[in-house]
């Protein structure tokens, strides 16, 4: 095996069997510790949290029947939003250990994040639904579909803006803007650059801003609910 070079560190085997599907770096203001945690798909899935300094881990098992975190956030207070395959979102406080469902969508949650209102947004499928979760309250908002036509909210994208941007697919894929003040909805990529399946390659980048590469090989930067075409960043 070749040598790890000096920026990196081997922490060893944090689980033994499952995948990781989902992670978010979090430093706890109260210790001043940096932590990652990780989704991981497993027979029972499970958060784990990895100590950045020591590499030490903590497992907490996501509240059944949650299960399948293809997405994750961290709240204020350090709280971890854990999205599930069987619809519900699942909250771990990683002080006390406890886990615990917030709420169900009824819909195969794929990705959270924090937008710029405080709340959290969740994409789902089928029916391509986006819904907004209040941590401060648990409640849960249903904001409807963005396509007609097409099944999947796979990623989303939270900006500074006022804006979430939301990658749908697969027979068309696209880009939709939800105004979080308004509640409107624009598709902001050219007939041109729509194509079968999904939009992966998306969401922020190094200095911050939003972009997405098409599956027709072009690259737009997403601001103000507008695509605007760049070079790759």
């Known amino acids: 095996?070749?040598?790890?070079?000096?920026?990196?560190?081997?922490?060893?085997?944090?689980?033994?069997?499952?995948?990781?599907r989902s992670f978010k770096a979090w430093h706890d203001p109260e210790t001043g510790r940096d932590y990652v945690y990780c989704g991981i798909l497993s027979?029972?899935?499970?958060?784990?949290?990895?100590?950045?300094?020591?590499?030490?881990?903590?497992?907490?098992?996501?509240?059944?029947?949650s299960g399948g975190p293809f997405g994750m956030e961290i709240t204020l207070e350090g709280h971890i939003l854990?999205?599930?395959?069987?619809?519900?979102?699942?909250?771990?406080?990683?002080?006390?250990?406890?886990?615990?469902?917030?709420?169900?969508?009824?819909k195969w949650l794929w990705r959270v994040e924090r937008g710029a209102d405080g709340k959290y947004y969740l994409a789902s499928s089928p029916d391509c639904r986006l819904f907004r979760y209040d941590a401060g309250t648990d409640k849960l908002d249903d904001l409807g579909s963005l396509s007609k036509t097409q099944m999947y909210l796979r990623r989303l994208a939270c900006g500074t803006d006022g804006y979430v941007y939301c990658s749908i697919g697969c027979t068309a894929s696209q880009i939709v803007a939800y105004h979080i003040a308004t509640g409107r909805t624009k598709a902001l990529l050219p007939k041109s650059d729509v194509r079968p399946y999904f939009l992966d390659d998306f969401g922020h980048a190094?200095?911050?801003?939003?972009?997405?590469?098409?599956?027709?090989?072009?690259?737009?930067?997403l601001?103000?609910?507008?695509?605007?075409?760049?070079?790759?960043?």
Not at 1 to 19: E, K, W, Y
Not at 82 to 106: E, H, Y
Not at 206 to 221: E, F, L, M, P, S
């Open 43 to 65: 027979t029972t899935s499970l958060v784990v949290q990895v100590d950045v300094a020591t590499g030490r881990c903590r497992s907490f098992y996501m509240a059944p029947p």
């Open 1 to 20: 095996m070749n040598a790890l070079p000096a920026s990196l560190r081997d922490h060893g085997i944090a689980v033994h069997n499952g995948s990781c």
């Open 82 to 106: 854990v999205t599930s395959t069987c619809g519900r979102l699942c909250r771990i406080d990683p002080k006390s250990g406890k886990s615990w469902i917030v709420a169900n969508t009824g």
């Open 223 to 233: 601001s103000h609910g507008e695509a605007f075409p760049v070079k790759d960043p």
């Open 206 to 221: 190094r200095d911050g801003q939003i972009y997405v590469h098409t599956n027709n090989g072009h690259c737009y930067r």
